[in-house]
Each structure stands twice: as structure tokens, then as C-alpha cells.
């Protein structure tokens, strides 16, 4: 299913040659993780184990992951909770940068070079492309975003924005725990 309304592809710079995963590859490699996450976010009601299971998850299985984690809203701040990668910022400038984008425009926003992206957060220098994917509760209420940087150019496109879209949807699931 796609959700072109969804996404907002920064697509009007001139680009280099896709930097990440086949997309028939990625495909199929999302529906893995999207299964074993399915199984693994049933043995827990905690909202933090949950959301620390998605991130390794997605960090180990996915080549192009550099840095992946979540900022959640607190008292009008995004604030970082669970991550792997590089030391994080901790907490992001308000209605600045990616995450903010992503929150304030209630959109998946995809991000192929975070050096031409106005108003960009580097947390560490080494990032170059960015998705970022709005988190909704049981009330469809955005709480916050997962945040995935790419060392390469051009990492991630319309097939990352809709299956991080479903794997967060696990995420508020009831369990049988």
C-alpha cells in the first residue's frame, strides 16, 4: 500500500545515483524485520523495551542504518530516548531541522543530503541523508518521530517511509503478554 500524501521526498536537488539497498531487496528485508518485530513486541507491554526493540532491530538489519532512534515530545521539547549509533543530541532545537520538520508537518519527511536541507541539526557530521517518520499513539496523536541517518547520499526512499510507517504502527499494539 502506498501512502503518497504521506511523504514528503525532497526531491528538487540534483542527486547522486541512489546510495541505498535495491528496492526489491529492501522490500524483502522489511517484511523479515516487520515479522520478527511482530513477534518480539508481543513479549512486552513497556512502551521503552518496545521502542529500545525496534531500534536494534533496525540498526543491526539494515546496512545503510548509521545512526536510528527516537525523539519523543515532552513539554514542547523533542527530547532523545532509545538509539543506537553515535552520541545523539539530546535535546533538538525547536522548529528546527528533520525531526522538527517531520512533526510540524505530520509527515514522513525523506531527506537525500542533510547539507542542503535548511535549518539541519548535525549531530554528528558524518550523516548525509535522513528519514524521518512521525510516531502516533492509540489516540493517533503525534508523541514524537524515529529518526534514521544514512552515511551515504541518497539512502533511503518511498519503500523505507512506508514500512518504518507499518513497523511503528506495531508499536501500540495490544499484546497478549
Known amino acids: 500500500m502506498k501512502h ?3 511523504v514528503i521526498l525532497l526531491s528538487n536537488w540534483i542527486l547522486p545515483e541512489f546510495q541505498g539497498m535495491e528496492p526489491l531487496k529492501k522490500k524483502g528485508r522489511y517484511l523479515r524485520i516487520y515479522h520478527q518485530l511482530e513477534d518480539l513486541l508481543g513479549k512486552s507491554h513497556d512502551i521503552d523495551a518496545r521502542m529500545a526493540t525496534v531500534v ?3 540498526h543491526h538489519k539494515m546496512e545503510t542504518f548509521f545512526w536510528t532512534g527516537f525523539y519523543l515530545l515532552k513539554d ?9 549509533g553515535p552520541v545523539a543530541c ?5 522548529n528546527t531541522g528533520v525531526c522538527w520538520a517531520g512533526i510540524n508537518k505530520q509527515k514522513t519527511i525523506i531527506v537525500p543530503d542533510v547539507h542542503k536541507f535548511p535549518g539541519h541539526i548535525s549531530c554528528d557530521s558524518r550523516s548525509k541523508s535522513e528519514i524521518v ?10 508523541i514524537g518521530v524515529l529518526d534514521v541517518d544514512s552515511t ?4 533511503f526512499d518511498p519503500v523505507d517511509a512506508e514500512y518504518l510507517g507499518k513497523i511503528l504502527g506495531l508499536l501500540f499494539q495490544k499484546t497478549e503478554v
Open 152 to 155: 551515504s547520499l541518497n539512502a
Open 133 to 142: 517518520v512521525p510516531l502516533k499513539n492509540t489516540n493517533n496523536r503525534i
Open 90 to 94: 539530546q535535546v533538538l532545537k525547536k
Open 56 to 58: 536494534a532491530v533496525l
Open 4 to 6: 503518497p500524501s504521506c
Open 76 to 84: 514542547g521539547e523533542l527530547i532523545v530516548k532509545s538509539y543506537q
